[in-house]
């Protein structure tokens, strides 16, 4: 019987160290994919300028099948973690912007900030 309630212990004990170990993943990943999608967006809207000069970028035109698309299957969004949008009001010079926070306010009334590269998704959670 007090072998049982050992190993019970241990196993307890084991699977707080993997939880702990697994937290820290879990947040690298996030900010790895909103790296990546942010760069295959920006990717999308070169190639669309370059096809359409003069015609203003959106997720719509970047996903559909009109001028030339769809130059990305679908809009990334991890919503919990990071939202992509295009604003050249807040972003003038290419358009694209990311949220990262707060935490779960990510879409519509999160902080967008310009998408200049990589080191913007520092701040996902």
Same mark, same amino acid.
């Given at each position: 019987m007090?072998?049982?309630?050992?190993?019970?212990?241990? +196993?307890?004990?084991?699977? =707080?160290?993997?939880?702990?170990a697994l937290?820290g993943i879990t947040?690298?990943?996030?900010?790895?994919?909103? !790296?990546?999608?942010?760069?295959?967006?920006?990717?999308?809207?070169? =190639?669309f300028?370059?096809q359409?000069?003069?015609?203003?970028a959106?997720?719509? +035109?970047?996903?559909?099948?009109?001028?030339?698309? %769809?130059?990305? !299957?679908?809009? @990334?969004?991890n919503? %919990?973690?990071?939202?992509? !949008?295009?604003?050249?009001?807040?972003? @003038?010079?290419?358009?694209?912007?990311?949220s990262?926070? %707060?935490?779960?306010?990510?879409?519509?009334?999160?902080?967008?900030?310009a998408?200049?590269? @990589?080191?913007?998704?520092?701040?996902? !959670?």
């Amino acid at each position: 019987m007090i072998e049982l309630l050992i190993v019970i212990v241990v +196993l307890g004990i084991l699977a =707080a160290v993997v939880i702990f170990a697994l937290g820290g993943i879990t947040g690298k990943s996030a900010v790895a994919a909103c !790296q990546a999608d942010g760069a295959t967006v920006s990717t999308a809207i070169s =190639a669309f300028n370059a096809q359409n000069p003069g015609v203003t970028a959106s997720s719509t +035109l970047l996903t559909g099948t009109t001028d030339g698309g %769809p130059y990305i !299957q679908s809009w @990334p969004s991890n919503s %919990p973690h990071y939202f992509f !949008q295009i604003n050249y009001t807040t972003n @003038p010079t290419g358009g694209l912007t990311v949220s990262t926070g %707060p935490a779960g306010q990510v879409t519509g009334g999160g902080t967008y900030v310009a998408y200049t590269g @990589p080191a913007s998704c520092a701040l996902v !959670q």
